[in-house]
Nanobody, 124 residues
Framework: VQLQACGGGLVQAGGSLRLSCAAS????????LGWFRQAPGKDREFVAA???????HYADSVKDRFTISRDNAKNTVYLQMNNLKPEDTAVYYC???????????????????WGQGTLVTVSS
């Protein structure tokens, strides 16, 4: 599976962006798909994930502002980001894998497949 993320950019605080991540190589209907982010000088952190059942999980820092969704027919996962804050500035990565148990869904080492990252910059 190859993942290609896009949709990043520069936005003012309070604005919105929608990230997309398209998968190729095989159907990812059975995959858990996640978004992670990494700010300069910081570790990669979990943002959101969606399971094959479409159940969703969010980091507390983005809950009620971000929404993850998937379109299996298009092999694409989305991250709608609203009310963006300067602390959301980071490179955002999509990731996917099968067989991830719920207790490990926020751990980047559980995902074998990664996109190249897309930069989101939020100005104050």
């Amino acid at each position: 599976v190859q993942l290609q993320a896009c949709g990043g950019g520069l936005v003012q605080a309070g604005g919105s962006l929608r990230l997309s991540c398209a998968a190729s190589g095989r159907s990812f209907n059975s995959y858990t798909l996640g978004w992670f982010r990494q700010a300069p000088g910081k570790d990669r952190e979990f943002v959101a994930a969606i399971r094959y059942s479409h159940t969703t999980h969010y980091a507390d820092s983005v809950k009620d502002r971000f929404t993850i969704s998937r379109d299996n027919a298009k092999n694409t996962v989305y991250l709608q980001m609203n009310n963006l804050k300067p602390e959301d500035t980071a490179v955002y990565y999509c990731a996917g894998d099968r067989g991830i148990i719920l207790s490990s869904i926020a751990l980047p080492e559980q995902y074998d497949y990664w996109g190249q990252g897309t930069l989101v910059t939020v100005s104050s």
